[in-house]
T-cell receptor
Framework: GQNIDQPTEMTATEGAIVQINCTYQ??????LFWYQQHAGEAPTFLSY????GLEEKGRFSSFLSRSKGYSYLLLKELQMKDSASYLC????????????FGAGTRLFVKA | SQTIHQWPATLVQPVGSPLSLECTVE??????LYWYRQAAGRGLQLLFY????GQISSEVPQNLSASRPQDRQFILSSKKLLLSDSGFYLC????WGLGGAGANVLTFGAGSRLTVL
């Protein structure tokens, strides 16, 4: 079965850096995604890792270690608009390439 | 460009009533299609996914069903709603293929918020 764990909530200050961790256990691993979801809205794609290492996209970076079943999303120069839920998701190579989501981490950015 | 439409946006239904949520995708062919549900303050639960017309995989036992009558149309239904069916329903699509973020990034519809009373 699948198991994806991430912290429920985090609080950080505007302008700071925050790291959101995600651990997973799954069969047929075929990639890890991070999505951002503002309250009441649909999730939007942030980043993707399929090989070990760091992927950087502007203020956001995502890291993956497949051997450890571990990923993190790093947000730099936090802005108030970054207050949202961040969903860690794992894609499984099981015919339909289904994507399983963690419960999400609610990030509160304070002034 | 590709777009995804999902409707209705909100609905309030009594317990025991039927449900039909519809999702259509434009601008792509043979997409993977997904239905997710998100309970209040919770993560996304995969309900159904489809890799082609008439091909439906169910992830959790429930009183919901899904159908894919056309390549870019995905319908979520119930004959009799339960209180526990309340939630935010999200349709998503992705492009079939291996490797590369573009191969299976999920693009979500705006969602349908269902309240069962």
């Amino acid at each position: 079965g699948q198991n994806i764990d991430q912290p429920t909530e985090m609080t950080a200050t505007e302008g700071a850096i925050v790291q959101i961790n995600c651990t997973y256990q799954t069969s047929g691993f075929n990639g890890l995604f991070w999505y951002q979801q503002h309250a009441g809205e649909a999730p939007t794609f942030l980043s993707y890792n399929v090989l070990d290492g760091l992927e950087e996209k502007g203020r956001f970076s995502s890291f993956l270690s497949r051997s450890k079943g571990y990923s993190y999303l790093l947000l730099k120069e936090l802005q108030m608009k970054d207050s949202a839920s961040y969903l860690c998701a794992v894609r499984e190579n099981t015919g339909g390439f289904k994507t399983i989501f963690g419960a999400g981490t609610r990030l509160f950015v304070k002034a | 460009s590709q777009t995804i439409h999902q409707w209705p946006a909100t609905l309030v239904q009594p317990v025991g009533s039927p449900l039909s949520l519809e999702c259509t995708v434009e601008g792509t062919s043979n997409p993977n299609l997904y239905w997710y549900r998100q309970a209040a303050g919770r993560g996304l639960q995969l309900l159904f996914y489809s890799v082609g017309i008439g091909q439906i995989s169910s992830e959790v036992p429930q009183n919901l069903s899904a159908s894919r009558p056309q390549d870019r149309q995905f319908i979520l239904s119930s004959k009799k709603l339960l209180l526990s069916d309340s939630g935010f329903y999200l349709c998503a699509w992705s492009v079939w293929g291996l490797g590369g973020a573009g191969a299976n990034v999920l693009t979500f519809g705006a969602g349908s918020r269902l309240t069962v009373l």
